[in-house]
């Protein structure tokens, strides 16, 4: 996968308006039978892959581009899921970009999910607290694990001997997230690596999977944007 950050493109383009801070992620050919493909919002020719981005950058409704390499025309859309509209088609010199929609580009864009997330794999910040604070500057907050596809999507992105925090703690003998909602229950999701006992009182992901840890300490965490 390819993010373009358009902010970089006026510097070799000059051009104002391509300047955006929307950020665009290559769709493999192997993706494409997940979207439709519609009646085209705009149709550019002898254009450029970058300047198809960027046009699509500064078109509100604009959700992705379809261009062809071969033909140099330049296609703006409104992309749908499959399941909702049909098969779409593109031609096998048709490259196709998707709307990332994530406000950094530091976040990674899981399209299935409409999802940005951030790991960072440091030994700082020493405390979940911290970390908290860092998400929240970049407007968003430590991973709420509610759902078997997020962990799906984390496990394929985490080091399995570093630990993340990510939102949860213990009440009452309950493991919640931080909005209140439990945590899964699910035997498969939690490690069975022992904790340290009475300190073990936030969340973190440990060989991809929930563990008990120290609140303080050296961790990497695990970011969403809300």
Known sequence: MVYVNLCYIVLLTCVPVWCSTRTFKWLANSDRENLSFPNPIFVKEDFSALRCIAVCADTDTCDGVTFSSSTFVCRGHVFYDVSDVGSGVASPNTKIWINADCRRIDY?????????????PMILPYSKSLAESMCQSQQARLVHVNSREKHDELTKKLLPLVSFWISGTKSGGVWTMDDGTPLSTDSDLWNPLPAVPLLSNCMCYFGNLFWPCLCVGISGYICEEV
């Open 108 to 120: 990674s864009y899981v399209y299935t999910l409409d999802w940005c997330v951030r790991v960072v």
